[in-house]
């Protein structure tokens, strides 16, 4: 029961923070003027999804102190210790049948926290992917752009090595090519 309360409380306390830090960095994307429109789309679509991780871990920690503080546990542990004082002939005793139906319920709600924290996982891998999409967007952007940069940087090289070769060669200057002072003959 300890231990279930401890993850409970720390389920919760992880949750708030990390909810209070995704409505903080929510607030600083409003006050960005200068992020281009992908950015300021991507950065909201993360703060959105991880707000809701946040929130179903909150819950789910919630939900754990829950079964132990309202005597969920106490008394699943109850029924296995209970004899049943009814002999095999004579009716049977009404009890099991209330905690047959208990079980369920605790059955029920502890599939719920399972898929709970199934959708938080779900959450938690889309936010991934999300990620390695965006950066994998802004690296191929980043790696043409640094292709252009060689290309052009190949294509001086060359232009000065072809000079090179030719000594009597000078490059052109700006005032040869503007000059307009002699009238051609």
């Known amino acids: 029961m300890v231990y279930g309360l401890i993850l409970a409380a720390v389920l919760v306390l992880v949750g708030s923070v990390m909810i209070a830090r995704q409505r903080k960095a929510l607030r600083a994307l409003a006050d960005e003027p200068f992020l281009p429109d992908e950015d300021r789309a991507y950065r909201r679509g993360q703060a ?19 079964y132990y503080v309202s005597g969920m546990d106490a008394r699943m542990d109850a029924i296995p210790e209970r004899k049943v004082g009814a002999a095999p002939d ?20 502890w599939i719920g ?52 070769r030719a000594p009597g060669l000078k490059p052109p200057s700006v005032s040869d090519d503007t000059s307009i002072d002699e009238p051609p003959v």
């Not at 959105?48 to 829950?66: E, F, H, K």
């Not at 905690?99 to 319920?105: E, G, L, M, S, V």
Request: glycine letters at 4%.
């Open 48 to 66: 959105r999804r991880r707000v809701a991780t946040s929130g179903l871990l909150a819950l789910l920690g919630v939900l754990i102190a829950n």
């Open 90 to 109: 004579t009716e049977p005793d009404p009890r099991t049948d209330e905690d047959r139906q208990f079980t369920r319920i605790v059955g029920f709600y």
């Open 113 to 164: 926290v399972m898929g709970l924290v199934f959708v938080a996982v779900c959450l938690a891998v889309v936010d991934f992917w999300a990620t390695r999409k965006y950066w994998m967007a802004r690296y191929k952007e980043l790696k043409a752009d640094h292709e252009v940069k060689l290309q052009r940087d190949l294509a001086v090289y060359r232009q000065q090595k072809l000079n090179a």
